[in-house]
């Protein structure tokens, strides 16, 4: 007679873990195979949460192959983007409204080999850049409209250029520096993987077309993006001298409109307007590392009235290896901030979140001061 090896019934409980993992997964298909609903698309909030939750929940069920693949790939998007960008391929199917492409018609429209694009289309495709509709047939996506923008265009030039040589000396760099943070800012992974002694913003001066890539990546990551304009309580300023931009968001508000401001060349030069209400800097401080930042701190600390408010704006913590690379400088936490301003006699007085992605306006005046608007 033949062994029947005993095998036990399943639990409740791994009943129930089943039942809860068919019905993820029957979710995320139905998802993705289908039209994204208005209430998440629309909704920014819920919207970040899903991208969040589904990109930790995605590194959690990784197995070895699949962390090796996916850092085997990482730097293939960018450059396989800068190509489609460079043969006009986004713009043309985006042109297109929806309406699909056979890879012969691309072929023949870009001036491309055919057999190219059937492996560079089958890839893209695999990434949601575009969407193939029948056999050597696509159209446009979401993403294929993004990667036609003009200022995208410029992000990819800026990243591949640039960045991707900056990541790539990041390593060798912090070996040769004993895997300390920058102390030299013409001495960083930038230097390294441009093989340059400039600092970066005169190494730029003197590349137009880097330069103009740069400015308009700065303008594009913006877009879409909330503005502290719609959080900050600007209302409680009567006497303040606003930007056109300001008033053009908000007519109602009284007070004189500024065109453009003279520029101030160094750090260490005093700041020609003194008793400002408020002195805003936008994506300044993190460029610096802490000495600069005490420098430029300073001189508008001696700048102010005993009303004055200092405000700064900055990225979140996704950016500061970047900053340690490119300009020896660093996003900062708000003990870290605390720490400059006080060394300077300057303290904060309000901060205001406005996005997921870490965005915010602080409000920073001189320390022991009482401030009745804030």
Known sequence: ??????????????????VAADSILQSLESLAAGEIPASLRDNEEKRLRFLEAARMASFKLEQPWDTMQRLIFCALPPNMVQAGIDLGLWRLLSEREGTAMSVSELAAELGAEE??????????ATQWMVEQVGLE????????????????????????????????????????????????????????GMQTDLHFFEWLSQRPRHQQAFNEYMSFQRVGQKSWLDVFPLETYPRTLFAREVLRRFPELQGPAIESAKSIEGLKVA???????VYYMRNILHDWPDQACYDILSQLKEAMAPDSDLGAHWYGASFDLLMMANYGARERSLAEWDRILDKV????????????????????????????RL
């Open 1 to 18: 007679m033949a062994f029947v090896p005993f095998t036990s019934e399943p639990s409740k409980a791994d009943l129930e873990d089943n």
């Open 271 to 277: 700041q020609p307007i003194k008793g400002a209400c």
């Open 115 to 124: 057999a190219f694009l059937v492996r560079m289309l089958r890839w893209a």
């Open 137 to 192: 047939r696509y159209r446009a996506t979401n993403i294929t409209k993004y990667l036609s923008m003009s200022g995208l265009e410029s992000v990819m030039f800026h990243v591949t250029e640039r960045n991707i040589k900056l990541y790539n000396a990041i390593p060798k760099w912090l070996a040769e520096n004993s895997y300390k943070q920058p102390q030299d800012n013409k001495n960083l992974p930038f230097n390294l």
């Open 345 to 372: 006699g300057l303290e904060r007085k309000t901060f205001v979140p406005y996005s997921m992605h870490g965005d915010s306006v602080q409000i920073v005046g001189v320390r022991g001061v009482v401030h009745e």
